[in-house]
């Protein structure tokens, strides 16, 4: 049975987090599904201190600020998340976030291991996990090097932390191998419509339930 605004049942928004190594498809999957306005999903948007690649839209993909205002705004604990990545420094401003769930928004992320830790331990259940992990090592190089927005000297680096990246890949509640963009955003799909049927997302289910109880023939 569908469960309708005409049933008195509401849900509230839940985070859904995707991360994986630079060059595994996170960002082109979560990109994909934000813009399907179907799932009506907002995606947060990070501030960065790291330079704007020449791709990029300042506010659409990141909004890319200096490390004095990043430290004022971490200071203020006005950060839900915030990691140290490459050098650079990433976080998620609290406020957005925590309008959206209230209002029975969903919200989805873009963020690494260590972002999505501090997010779990901030909003437990409102928060859904999925991990992506390339086909093979020698696809995330080439994926990387087609990307052709980095140094041969970034690239390596890049690499050498998704070992670090991946190690992490149990802590995740499912973890896509991102081999065919179609199948893994399909994917993606399916785990959203079950994460938001959970019987815990779902408010005023109880009453809802009593009502049909009181209603059904008795024995």
């Given at each position: 049975?569908?469960?309708?605004?005409?049933?008195?049942?509401?849900r509230r928004g839940l985070v859904l987090i995707l991360s994986?190594?630079?060059?595994?498809?996170?960002?082109?999957?979560?990109?994909?599904?934000?813009?399907?306005?179907?799932?009506?999903?907002?995606?947060?948007?990070?501030?960065?201190?790291?330079?704007?690649?020449?791709?990029?839209?300042?506010?659409?993909?990141?909004?890319?600020?200096?490390?004095?205002?990043?430290?004022?705004?971490?200071?203020?604990?006005?950060?839900?998340?915030?990691?140290?990545?490459?050098?650079?420094?990433?976080?998620?401003?609290?406020?957005?976030?925590?309008?959206?769930?209230?209002?029975?928004?969903?919200?989805?992320?873009?963020?690494?291991?260590?972002?999505?830790?501090?997010?779990?331990?901030?909003?437990?259940?409102?928060?859904?996990?999925?991990?992506?992990?390339?086909?093979?090592?020698?696809?995330?190089?080439?994926?990387?090097?087609?990307?052709?927005?980095?140094?041969?000297?970034?690239?390596?680096?890049?690499?050498?932390?998704?070992?670090?990246?991946?190690?992490?890949?149990?802590?995740?509640?499912?973890?896509?191998?991102?081999?065919?963009?179609?199948?893994?955003?399909?994917?993606?799909?399916?785990?959203?419509?079950?994460?938001?049927?959970?019987?815990?997302?779902?408010?005023?289910?109880?009453?809802?339930?009593?009502?049909?109880?009181?209603?059904?023939?008795?024995?």
């Amino acid at each position: 049975m569908a469960i309708g605004s005409e049933t008195r049942v509401s849900r509230r928004g839940l985070v859904l987090i995707l991360s994986s190594p630079s060059g595994a498809g996170k960002t082109t999957l979560t990109r994909a599904l934000a813009q399907q306005p179907e799932w009506g999903l907002e995606l947060s948007v990070s501030v960065t201190t790291r330079a704007r690649r020449p791709s990029e839209i300042d506010g659409q993909h990141y909004r890319f600020i200096d490390r004095e205002t990043f430290d004022a705004l971490r200071e203020r604990d006005d950060m839900l998340e915030w990691a140290e990545v490459h050098g650079n420094f990433y976080g998620t401003p609290c406020r957005p976030v925590e309008r959206a769930l209230a209002a029975g928004r969903d919200m989805i992320f873009d963020i690494d291991y260590q972002g999505t830790r501090q997010v779990r331990a901030k909003l437990r259940d409102d928060v859904v996990t999925i991990f992506i992990l390339p086909p093979s090592m020698a696809e995330l190089r080439r994926r990387l090097e087609r990307r052709a927005e980095d140094s041969a000297e970034t690239i390596e680096r890049r690499l050498r932390n998704a070992r670090t990246e991946i190690e992490r890949w149990s802590e995740y509640d499912y973890v896509l191998i991102n081999d065919d963009l179609d199948r893994s955003f399909k994917t993606l799909e399916a785990i959203l419509t079950a994460e938001r049927l959970r019987r815990q997302r779902q408010v005023g289910l109880d009453s809802f339930v009593a009502g049909l109880l009181a209603e059904a023939p008795a024995g």
